[in-house]
């Protein structure tokens, strides 16, 4: 089957007992078995939950992965990932990663013996470079948020292989849509399904693919030990959001690049982020692995006080947290998502107080330049 018609259909047959074609939520705790040892499949919803395979199974086929495990954020699935280590052990991560990674890393995963190294993963002589002898994995995003940077995805799967490492990608921006790590030969995918794969800001949720199944039982362990498990309502939600990933990318895409070109014709704008331009760094990189360059921006107005008065006035662009919705989302990240990196780390990294972070939605495109034209001209 082609990428649309899993998006409807993997996962989720008819269901055998009423013939409903949308997966049914099952909210229960529990299951009756048969006898002692005997069941139907499930024991425990903290354990598995029908609604919650439909969705495992849907993602992983997505991602032509074979196994999926769903958690109760995006962060759930990282930490999650991050257990797979000892204490003592090294992993290599992307400089400019997510702030929420950045946090859970420096800020309580290093109190329990990890040892993070950020890094440049677009230059793989710095990712060869930051190796050492304890080092278990490498944890890259691409592209960044927010800086929009892209890492070699066959690359880094060569350097991983050549040295036992789990490699982990996070394809939140890219979703599977327009990016498959694991056909690059990465280990590990993870999403906040909150995100794209969701695509309606209506449930939190985080998922891991991958082709191991050895990795992917020490995971359903993680799941059932720690319980940080999604719901089935959840599960469901996100489901019915899958289904149109397909066409809600296409329109994000389009329209992104649409925005990304009238932004740098701005003046008030110092540097525009988005890999569709032809002078991204990595724009070749990005058209060689990707089937389309998402519909994230970032750009630059070169001041907090500037950042601020656009963000005032916008309207129709909403300024909150998130992303991926069918709404646009407007954010400032050195305020925002990435609050908990060190403002010296952060800047070094691009992200600057100037810059601000643009999910574009399914809106009219002509209604979202005209609410910035309007933002900007104001400030």
Not at 34 to 58: F, Q
Not at 113 to 125: A, E, I, R, S
Not at 155 to 173: G, K, M, W
Not at 244 to 257: D, F, I, N, P, W
Request: some cysteine; glycine content about 8%.
């Amino acid at each position: 089957m082609k990428f649309s018609t899993k998006a409807v259909h993997a996962g989720q047959e008819p269901d055998p007992s009423t013939g409903a074609v949308m997966t049914p939520v099952f909210l229960t705790s529990t299951y009756v078995q048969e006898e002692l040892g005997k069941h139907k499949g499930y024991e425990y919803s903290r354990v598995s939950n029908p609604t919650r395979t439909a969705l495992e199974k849907n993602i992983a086929a997505l991602e032509n992965a074979t196994e999926g495990m769903a958690f109760a954020s995006g962060m759930a699935a990282i930490d999650a990932i991050f257990r797979l280590l000892s204490p003592g052990d090294h992993v290599i991560v992307t400089n400019n990663v997510y702030g929420g990674t950045y946090r859970l890393a420096k800020m309580v995963l290093e109190h329990f013996g990890l040892q993070f190294d950020f890094v440049d993963t677009t230059n793989m002589n710095t990712v060869v470079m930051a190796r050492k002898p304890n080092t278990k994995m490498i944890f890259i995003e691409t592209p960044t948020n927010p800086t929009m940077e892209i890492a070699d995805l066959a690359a880094v799967a060569r350097f991983a292989r050549s040295h036992h490492l789990i490699s982990v990608v996070d394809n939140t921006f890219a979703t599977p849509y327009l990016q498959r790590p694991i056909e690059f030969g990465i280990d590990l995918v993870v999403h906040s399904v909150t995100k794209y794969l969701n695509g309606h800001s209506d449930m939190i949720g985080g998922i891991v693919a991958t082709r191991h199944t050895e990795i992917a039982d020490k995971l359903r362990f993680c799941q059932k030990a720690v319980g940080g498990i999604m719901s089935p309502f959840d599960a469901w939600l996100c489901l019915r959001g899958t289904k149109t990933l397909a066409v809600r990318m296409r329109q994000h895409c389009e329209s992104a690049g649409i925005v990304a070109e009238w932004l740098t014709k701005q003046k008030k704008i110092e540097k525009v982020h988005y890999p569709g331009l032809k002078n991204h760094p990595q724009h070749a990189l990005a058209k060689k692995q990707m089937s389309g360059f998402g519909g994230m921006i970032s750009f630059d107005v070169g001041s907090l006080s500037n950042a601020k008065s656009l963000l005032k006035r916008v309207k129709l662009c909403s300024l909150a947290e998130s992303l991926g919705g069918v709404e646009t989302l407007i954010s400032h990240p050195a305020t925002m998502t990435h609050a908990s990196v060190p403002k010296a780390t952060r800047i070094k990294n691009g992200v600057t107080d100037g810059l601000v972070r643009i999910s574009i939605g399914i809106e009219d495109v002509d209604d979202l330049i005209a609410d910035l034209q309007q933002a900007l001209k104001a400030s």
